[in-house]
């Protein structure tokens, strides 16, 4: 994944005096030893610093030279914060207001400044009140920057009681540490953290943090994004963004109730002339949160800016990476045409190649730089290396497309669990990457991040999202698949013993998805661990269950689709109550707790699905001799805008033959149509719900 | 950006002293436009920087301004070698010499090799360790054994890796650089406990089939009583070891206990005693993998163990430990104050340190850093008490001074909790007790405060703590102590139901749940931080996952921040169309929130124990009314089945027009062996049997 680049005003928030920026330039040894130096030289493996002092290489971390001092300092008074009083006030009036949320928003305020040299400054100014445990937590106080590039500054940090008592936080207390990531994720940024002190139930924590960009990789590279509002309820939300009067600002807004409060004030003000606008809103309601709904970011307020109107800027300042980096190399072109071998058609070439990248380039995320960040290594080196993240796959894919004169190139985006973005407004908003393909007329999409995607699905977060086409310099979208390139399909063969054991055979055919879903699964477990959590899962169905044979496809060949059939003896399956054999469709508890999405009785969001899907089941039970249905439960064909089910069942010489199945057509289904989807739902569990009554023959009274 | 390529003779005396530095192409030019070159540091001078990008044949002059920073990779023992011929490294020729073929692991996703960890003790206090592994890549799986992190407390210790690299099946060896290498803090979040650190390198060219060396070293230079290491390892792992080594070397005249437990033939122990050193080897082969099974006990209690540390006793340590909690037993005004503010004229001792616990854990936030991962020394409790927060071992030393100052006797307690297994007395060492809590001394006895969690009231004790040993500790003494393990009714939820069934299938339920001990916590815990409204539609979604047509009616949950009271629930909700029609005349439904399932007793044998770290009861009864004009058909079957570990019992009696379903399952042992596995497995699905039950009602007139 790349690397976000937007600063959001939230919690993490930096010393009472800047990190310093070093002078000259500084030194890092394996140690974690920082020297600062005025003079830096290298050679025959020894590095001679100020006076002479030599230090070997093989003690030496980093070099990092100094750029000069750029940009200019901003106020080197600290803040006295917001008016205690004040505070005071509003805190009483959102807990009277709010009584049980976790926290309450007194002040978020951010500022962006664009500084006539292109140095930046980001300033953020928090004030929150603490009503409920996990939220004292935020008296953990960090703020990330890029060392060589950014420095952070703490101005404020401190508890104010209730009573109205003021608890500072002591500078001293700071620390500069490189924070951990994920396993598979290794980065170059440091945060400066600290604690609050003295923070307790009815504290208002107050902090204000600086972040200077001294040294910007690219002034151009401007992009403020605020998101007014939370789960939390805020009292106030300020965006304040400064730019040199003579920058063209473009902004969008989204999600404002009131349109006047989406124009933002403007004046122009400061030594430099510096154009100034500010959107506020107060007394913003929490986001209760909805099952399905929308990432939060993507239902709140929100204003998002740019010095550019078109992309022109950004695909040329990222074109010129991608297009170093897609460069075919002979061993490229030798490990192509090992992958391919005999294979002659496009498609055929296209998809080993997609299998290839996903099995034998390791999952490793490094990031140094932005353009790593953001456009990743060359194709040559993560084809050395064997490892990459995304976009690094995605620009060997590229590349290695080229060789076989497959058109391709890496696209940016935003995964749909993150708040959409159309992209009217140029900016680097995103968090992953892949591939673009056009082929026989035909343009689409495939990821190789994972592991476990046969041709030509792709993940299921990266449906229907807008693109970034750097290199073809085109905004476009992905599709999302049609149900039935998502599918469960679930076949169960059953005979039902008088005595009430059930003999099982259940074919599992899934598609898309689901498939990945079952490979990655299967990759992680051995076999003994596949039975064991089979055994569980047939235990749970009925007690007593017996898995007689398990039979899985094999996940690694992704060539073939993935199958599993498992031979199952369920004994005393049936429920006998007095005459009567009661028998419950073996999945039907799950397919009915599917009904949880329409739990609610209205919502003011809508339901957005990660994808579309179907899942149909054929079963066939032979019932024993002697018994027959008491009644059948009527077809259904149900059919709305965003969702069909159908299903019936049929009753002929001794079976009875059952065939559901529900397809979700459109990944989002908006808050007005959830009537109808309740209705649907309640309707399709209604039907799902019935067991089959068997009485013996004659039997009936 | 402007780069210059630079002359032929130039280059020719750069590229040669870059064979000469013998320095791996890994360092990486960051340049300010943002852009990055691997290759290797040829030269930096006033001007420009030198560098020879990788795959090009002359070095390149980068002006200094265009450059942002330079990244050297380290070089490590072994990084020439291009290939495994080259490496000299007996251990490893003679490990990929024996390699098995992959046919006899076609199901593991790695196979280790080889694995050594190797203490060498000091006279000072201080020690060296050092690990190394060599694995073998079989399934997709097995690569992530490429990605190593390793821990050390950063300024008291230090950590080396030594090599690390990838051996391809041709022989091939690519190392690591140090662009894969990242040195980060584990708990940044806690910036007064920050010490932990996690050195983390990934390896290059990793397929299946390739081979993984890598060595490192970790040292500490001197040490306390709390810094000497326990020396463990366990001989078996969730893939196949075929050799593997602990191997503990002291200086003579210190004396090494050990503790071993469940110890195969595979494993051999040696003692060699040198001029100046005693050396214990434990050296185990082919060892087997483990297969996960639901409810294992601790790894240390069932598989092949060894555990070494130099003699002391635990008198000893509570000495140590002693000292540390004296010095760090300071009060102020502001803590009188608060202890003040909480404590009534008057009050019993035993009042008295519950109305400072009930108060305290909300007052001071729980900081989850293991001692063992910090420190073993309490900062003083003045400074904890400012913080408002600390990890178990800091709230306990200041929870300790607000009982005294209330004078009530406390004391802290280093906790070894069942869940991380039993305490091994014979080999004391101060790391097997990884958490604190307090004991207060009462008038009706001892009663132990954990810190973990806001939601505990007085006496009630996490099921970790439970039947656990712990190093009780004062300033002025220390003793072993067990903490108790809870009654089955001190761990209850009891449920009580009162439904009514209306002739068109509607049911409408009254639901109270009462609670003590851990299901108190839980309940506590997921309710605490939500909003109403977040209740409501929690509540809301799980009456939909049983039933479509449900509407929640009301619900009231009584004293949920009333840590004085017990945590009481009423839920009423409605399940329209809930019972179905069988033809005209039948209503048929199952009882509504049972939903027992024998998933945890899938398996038809078990290889280990299953085990539980609490007792434990629950309890449902049901009265279920019965419309007009209907009679009950059938109402469900007795269930009944008893073991040692646990019991459950349901009964299903029908009284006119209202049938009463009671159950009840206890959990009276903590441990169910093999060889009752199958007992146990039929008690579990006798009580699933009852979620498949139906009751069916029988339509007699038109009323």
Not at chain 2, 396 to 410: E, F, G, P, R
């Amino acid at each position: 994944m790349f690397v976000r680049r937007f600063l959001r005003s939230t919690l993490l928030l930096a010393g009472l005096s800047w990190i310093p920026i070093a002078a000259g330039h500084t030194v890092e040894l394996t140690d974690g030893t920082r020297i600062e130096t005025e003079s830096v030289q290298y050679r025959d493996a020894v590095l001679v610093l100020d006076g002479g002092r030599e230090v070997p290489r093989d003690q030496v971390r980093k070099v990092i030279f100094s750029q000069g001092v750029l940009g200019a300092s901003s106020t080197d008074e600290l803040s006295r914060g917001a008016d205690v009083g004040e505070l005071l006030e509003q805190a009483d009036r959102m807990r009277a207001e709010y009584p049980d949320v976790g926290a309450a928003v007194l002040i978020d305020d951010g500022e962006f400044t664009l500084r006539p040299d292109g140095t930046q400054l980001q300033r953020s100014h928090m004030a929150l009140l603490v009503l409920k445990e996990p939220w004292k937590a935020a008296a953990q106080i960090s703020q990330y920057y890029e060392e060589g590039r950014s420095r952070a500054r703490l101005l404020l940090a401190r508890a104010i009681g209730p009573d109205g008592t003021i608890h500072e936080f002591d500078p001293g207390e700071l620390r500069e540490v490189k924070p951990s990531s994920g396993m598979e994720f290794f980065s170059r940024n440091k945060t400066l953290s600290g604690q609050v002190p003295q923070v307790e139930i009815g504290s208002i924590i107050e902090t204000i943090w600086e972040v200077e960009t001294y040294n910007p990789y690219d002034p151009e590279l401007f992009y403020p994004r605020w998101y007014f509002g939370s789960t939390e309820p805020v009292a106030m939300s300020r965006l304040t963004i400064s730019v040199p009067e003579e920058r063209e600002l473009y902004y969008e807004t989204g999600n404002f109730v009131d349109s006047a409060a989406a124009e933002p004030r403007q004046w122009t003000e400061g030594e430099y002339d510096t154009r100034v606008y500010q959107w506020e809103l107060r007394d913003i309601a929490p986001v209760i949160r909805e099952p399905g709904m929308p990432p939060v970011g993507q239902v709140v307020p929100s204003v998002v800016a740019s010095l550019h109107s078109t992309w022109d800027y950004l695909f040329d300042f990222l074109g010129r990476f991608q297009r170093e980096h897609v460069q075919v190399t002979p061993e490229i072109e030798a490990q192509v045409h090992e992958i391919v071998g005999d294979l002659t058609e496009p498609e055929e070439q296209l998809a080993a190649i997609y299998y290839w990248l996903q099995r034998e380039v390791r999952y490793i995320s490094i990031k140094g730089s932005l353009g790593s960040g953001l456009s990743g290594h060359p194709a040559a080196l993560t084809l050395k290396n064997k490892y990459g993240d995304c976009i690094d796959k995605a620009i060997l894919f590229a590349t290695m497309l080229k060789v076989v004169g497959i058109k391709s190139e890496p696209i940016i985006v935003a995964t749909n669990d993150l708040p959409a973005d159309d992209r009217s407004l140029p900016t680097l908003y995103g968090n992953h990457a892949f591939n673009e393909v056009e082929l026989n007329g035909r343009t689409f999409h495939l990821d190789c991040t994972g592991t476990a995607w046969r041709y030509p699905s792709y993940p299921l977060n990266d449906h229907g999202v807008s693109t970034i086409n750097v290199l073809e310099r085109k905004i476009g979208h992905t599709e999302t698949p049609p149900p039935e390139e998502n599918e469960l399909l679930i076949d169960l063969n059953m005979r039902l013993e008088a005595d009430g054991t059930l003999k099982v055979i259940l074919k599992l055919e899934p598609n898309g998805n689901f498939e990945a879903i079952g490979r990655m699964m299967l990759d992680q477990v051995n076999s003994m661990l596949r039975r064991t959590v089979a055994q569980q899962a047939i235990n749970a169905l009925c007690p007593g269950a017996e898995l007689k044979k398990l039979e899985v496809g094999d996940e690694s060949d992704l060539t073939t689709q993935l199958t599993a059939t498992l031979k199952i003896v369920l004994p005393e399956y049936p429920t006998f109550a007095g005459d009567l054999m009661i028998f419950e469709m073996p999945l039907a508890r799950a397919m009915k707790s599917l009904a949880a999405i329409a739990a609610l009785d209205q919502r003011d969001y809508d339901i957005q699905s990660p994808t579309v899907f179907s899942l149909r089941q054929h079963i066939q039970l032979d019932l024993p001799a002697g018994y027959v249905p008491r009644g059948l439960p009527e077809p259904v064909e149900l059919s709305t805008p965003f969702a069909d089910y159908s299903a019936n069942y049929e009753y002929a010489d001794g079976k009875v033959v059952f065939n559901d199945n529900l397809e979700l057509t459109h990944r989002v289904i908006e808050s007005r149509e959830y009537p109808e989807l309740k209705q649907f739902v309640e309707n399709c569990t209604d039907f799902i719900k019935h067991p089959l009554l068997l009485t013996k023959t004659g039997s009936e009274s | 950006m402007k780069v210059t390529r630079i002359s032929l003779v130039a280059a020719t005396l750069l590229c040669l002293a870059a064979v000469l530095s013998a320095q791996a192409g890994n360092d990486v030019l960051y340049l300010q436009d943002g852009s990055e070159r691997v290759g290797q540091l040829v030269q930096i001078s006033a001007e420009q920087i030198t560098f020879l990008v990788d795959g090009e044949d002359e070095p390149t002059l980068f002006p200094r301004a265009t450059v942002q920073r330079v990244e050297l990779t380290q070089q490590r023992l072994g990084d020439q070698a291009q290939s495994v011929d080259q490496l000299d490294d007996p251990v490893l020729k003679r490990v990929l010499e024996h390699q098995p073929p992959p046919f006899m692991y076609p199901d593991s996703g790695h196979v280790t090799l080889y694995s050594l960890t190797r203490y060498d003790l000091d006279e000072s206090g201080g020690y060296t360790v050092r690990q190394r592994r060599i694995e073998r890549v079989m399934l997709e799986r097995g690569k992530a054994r490429a990605t190593v992190a390793r821990t050390y407390k950063q300024g008291e210790q230090t950590l080396t890796v030594d090599f690390a690299r990838t051996i391809d099946p041709d022989g091939t060896v690519t190392p690591m650089s140090d662009s894969a290498l990242e040195v980060s803090s584990v708990f940044s979040e806690y910036p007064a406990y920050e010490k932990l650190y996690q050195a983390k390198f990934a390896l290059k060219q990793i397929r299946i089939g390739s081979v993984i060396d890598y060595q490192v070293t970790i040292r500490r230079d001197e040490g306390n009583i709390f810094d000497v290491p326990l020396c463990e390892a366990l001989f078996r792992e969730e893939e196949p070891v075929l050799e593997a080594e602990l191997v503990i070397s002291a200086p003579l005249g210190h004396e090494l206990l050990q503790h071993t437990s469940n110890l195969g033939d595979n494993v051999t122990t040696t003692r060699e005693e040198g001029p100046q050193h005693v050396t214990i080897r434990f050296t185990a082969t082919n060892c087997e993998r483990v297969v996960r099974e639901p409810q294992m006990p601790p790894a240390s209690e069932i598989l092949p163990h060894v555990a070494v540390s130099t003699q002391m006793t635990w008198s000893d340590i509570g000495t140590a430990a002693s000292a540390a909690l004296g010095s760090a037993l300071d009060t102020n005004d502001e803590m009188r104050a608060y202890v003040a503010g909480l404590v009534a004229d008057g009050a019993t001792a035993t009042e008295r340190a519950r109305a400072i616990y009930q108060d305290f854990n909300r007052t001071v936030r729980y900081l989850q850093v293991s001692p063992p991962l910090y420190s073993y020394e309490p900062r003083p409790a003045s400074e904890t008490f400012t913080a408002r927060a600390g990890n178990s071992l800091d709230k306990a030393a200041l929870l300790v001074a607000l009982l005294q100052a209330a004078d009530v006797d406390a004391a802290l307690v280093l906790v070894c909790p069942q869940t991380s297994g039993v305490l091994l007395e014979d080999v004391p060492n101060v790391h097997q007790l990884v958490v604190a809590v307090v004991a207060a001394d009462l008038p009706d006895g001892r009663v132990f405060l954990a810190l973990n969690d806001e939601t505990i009231r007085f006496g009630q004790l996490p099921y970790r703590f439970q039947n656990s040993r712990g190093l009780l500790v004062t300033p002025t003494s220390s003793e072993l102590v067990d903490l108790p393990l809870n009654e089955p009714a001190q761990e209850q939820i009891a449920v009580r139901y009162e439904i009514d069934v209306s002739s068109a299938g509607d049911v409408t339920v009254k639901k109270t749940e009462t609670y003590t001990g851990n299901d108190e916590i839980w309940q506590r815990n997921m309710w605490k931080d939500l909003q109403d409204e977040e209740i409501r539609r929690d509540l809301e979604v799980s009456l939909n996952a049983m039933h479509a047509k449900s509407q929640l009616d009301s619900y009231e949950i009584e004293n949920l921040h009333d840590l004085a009271a017990p945590l009481r629930f009423v839920e009423q909700y409605t399940l329209t169309d809930y019972a179905i029609r069988g033809g005209d005349d039948l209503l048929v439904f199952q009882l509504p929130e049972i939903d027992y399932t024998a998933a945890s007793v899938g398996k038809p044998a078990r290889l280990f124990p299953m085990r539980w770290y609490r007792r434990g009861a629950s309890t449902k009864t049901m009265h279920i009314r019965v419309p007009a004009g209907y009679r009950v058909h059938y109402a469900g079957q007795d269930y009944s089945a008893s073991t040692p570990a646990a019991s459950f019992t349901a009964t299903f009696t029908t009284d006119g027009d209202v049938v009463t379903y009671e159950d009840a399952f206890v959990r009276e042992g903590l441990e169910v062996m093999p060889a009752e596995y199958a007992d146990y497995k039929a008690c579990i699905e006798t009580q699933a049997r009852v979620a498949k039950e139906w009751i069916v009602l029988e339509r007699v007139s038109d009323e």
